[in-house]
Structure formats: structure tokens, C-alpha cells
């Protein structure tokens, strides 16, 4: 009886084993590289760490009709780079995604065979301007002190309003990641809390009550937060950012400044 069933478990086990193929595919060893320029300021655009993505489909696999029919991403690093070293050779498909500029259009037929090198540009929807981050010491104490303008370069394109603000706000980190992407900021409630404008109320503030200084300037007055508490003997890296209520609601924003404290 037990030879019988040891005969009937082989037999089931061979019969499995001959349902898997040998798995042949090349590792992916193709990298695609390249950086985001902001379009006013032809130098790399001013990101947080993963921030927001570029997704890419690839077109060539022959597994369906039209390629691939889910999307990868490819993130987007603080200093306006990005770079995947683990792709597959093929046509694909790009568009910039969910990030804080007017919308891309998709751009098709890339060829990646070994190495890719794809820089392009997009057009922010604001710029963080006279920006002003400063140590201050009252009382005996150390705070954060900011003033900043927003401005917005465009306020339609291609027939389409640029989006109500959507919130003003600081970013403050121990680390040089600055901003709200991944581990990027303090997230401490006397820094998130200083936040000037958010949905509440903004129905309130359309861009033609914000600007205050005429046609062709479209920049705010000056803003600042109230003063931000820091500890001694701590180095801080601080920013400004602003965000307009689109569906993805991701800031621009102002240089790192870093803020040593005595």
C-alpha cells in the first residue's frame, strides 16, 4: 500500500513539474537616465526626494496587442535627476506624472536599447520668490524666521486656468532631504502648522485677489510664517514650498537654505 501511494505521489509531482517552463529572459540590464529642466530658469527644477514620478509603459513586449498595458515608474531625486539601471530593452512609452507643473503631453516611441539618456522640461505652476530664511534670537531664544512672495508666471495655458492656491507652507528637515517627498521634513506640528492658505478658505483667494502688482508681474505680496522654534547646536535645512489645487497637489518650492544653530 505504501509503494502504491509513494508511485501516486511521484506521478503527481512529475505531472506538476512539467507545467513549468524554464524561465529564459535576460536580466534587465538597460539604464535610462536623465534631468527635469524648470523652463523659467533653464537649470534643473527645485524637487523633494520621490516626490512625484515619471510613469513609462513599455510598447514592445509582445504578451498583449499595443505592449505592455500596466505602467512603471521612475522617481524623480531632490536635485531634479532621475535614473533606472534595471529596465528591459524596448520601445516605450513617458510622461512626466502628478508633479507641480502644467500638464505634459505623452511622449511615444522612445527607443531603449542600453543606455537612454532623456532629458526635458517642464513649465512650474508657481515660483517661490525674494525668499528670505533666516536664524533669529529673541528672549535668549533661537527661531526660524521666513518672508517670501509666490508668483504665478502663468495663469492659463493652452485654454485651460492655472488651479487656486492650495497652501503656503515650510518645510524644515535635519537632513539635506528638504521638502514633502519621502523622510523629507521634521513633521513637527510647530513647523506644519504654520500654513497660510488650505481648501477652507480658499475659495476666497483667486489669483486676481492674490497679485498684487499688475499684469505681467502676477506675483503675491510678501508673505511670512510665524516664528519657528529651534534647538540648540542643531543644524536645520529649511524651504519654502507652494502647492495649487490640482489633483496631485505637489509644491514648488525655494533653494534649500541650511540654518546652524549656536
Known sequence: MK???????MIALLSLSSCFELDNWDE???????????????EPL??????????IWERSW???ENGASTHQDLRIKQDGTYQNTKLIAGTYDFLPYNGPFWPEDTIKGLMLKKDLEYNFTVTPYLQIVDSKIELVSENGKYYIKTAFKVKAP???KNGKPLPRLYEMRPFVSLSTFCGNGTDSS???SEYNDHVRIRPDNNAQNSWESLISNGPGNNTTP?????LMPVKNGYTYYVRIGAAVDDPYRKHCYSPIVKIDVP
Open 3 to 9: 509503494k502504491i501511494l509513494f508511485l501516486v505521489l
Open 186 to 188: 521634521l513633521g513637527l
Open 222 to 226: 510678501e508673505y511670512s510664517f510665524g
Open 154 to 156: 502663468l495663469l492659463e
Open 62 to 64: 509582445s504578451g498583449l
Open 46 to 55: 527645485l524637487s523633494s526626494q520621490n516626490d512625484w514620478q515619471i510613469r
Open 28 to 42: 534587465p540590464d538597460c539604464t535610462w537616465k536623465g534631468i527635469v529642466t524648470d523652463s523659467y530658469t533653464n
